[in-house]
């Protein structure tokens, strides 16, 4: 899976929104112009089943272009991926991860309170096995967000995606309990089924150094079948309006 952080940020209107972290996306866009770098430093998952724990470190990269006043373009690649195995027949090694392109529209709302946005992304398989997944993906995401009183947010997420080796869905909700003009901080759970789909409870904090840059952590306790035990990490963003 692309961890491609998903965060509902909850800073004022005439600053940055990263999409990072978390599982939801900020429901807003870059302006015509505008631009953002998000990266993984590294992301991580850790399973542990049948007596074999499994640990995957991904630097996951997404490069945000605004396009227009409602549109943005998402590059984003799993730029390297290291895995650790120490099952049975013990696997060390890593490899670049598959890339994706991906059109967020932030949707026309009559609240200023209210924010919504559609993000539709497609990734090619440009990583080998096992460190790409070797299967075309398309995901159709949304974020609905609302600023609450005393500097709080709400956001739900909800996704469909279609591979070949089958479909998948997520709904989550994401509560910021914090959020001053300097950091951030949120909890948040996630259910779903497949492959791709985000299952789990957690919470990350985020800090603002300066108006351009962004510096996370976050981490998540996988609660379904299709889960990883834990997912996490830390990252960085930088963004230029």
């Known amino acids: 899976m692309l961890l491609l952080g998903l965060a509902s940020s909850a800073w004022a209107d005439d600053e940055l929104s990263f999409d990072r972290p978390g599982i939801p ?23 542990r089943s049948q007596g074999t724990i499994s640990r995957e470190y991904v630097a996951d990269t997404v490069l945000r272009f ?55 992304t497609a990734s090619v398989p440009t990583g080998r096995e096992p460190y790409g997944s070797g299967d075309h993906l398309q995901t159709l995401a949304t974020t609905l967000s609302w600023e609450l009183p005393q500097d709080r947010a709400l956001a739900v997420y909800a996704d469909v995606s279609h591979a070949d080796a089958g479909d998948s869905w997520t709904l989550a909700a994401n509560y910021t309990f914090v959020s001053h003009q300097a950091w951030q901080a949120y909890v948040e759970a996630g259910v779903g089924h497949g492959e791709e789909s985000t299952q789990g409870v957690g919470a990350g904090v985020a800090w603002m150094l300066g108006e351009h840059v962004q510096l996370d952590c976050s981490l998540l306790r996988g609660i379904g079948h299709d889960a990883s035990d834990w997912q996490g990490g830390v990252g960085i963003a930088f963004g230029f309006l």
């Open 66 to 120: 605004g396009l227009a006043e409602r549109v943005e373009l998402q590059l984003s690649n799993d730029s390297q991926v290291w895995l650790r195995d120490s099952g049975a027949e013990p696997q060390r090694g890593h490899g670049a991860g598959d890339a994706a392109i991906g059109v967020k529209v932030a949707l026309p709302s009559r609240s200023d309170d209210f924010a919504w946005a559609v993000l539709a």
């Open 25 to 47: 996306f900020a429901a807003s866009t870059l302006p015509a112009g505008g631009f953002a770098w998000e990266q993984g430093l590294p992301s991580v998952s850790f399973d």
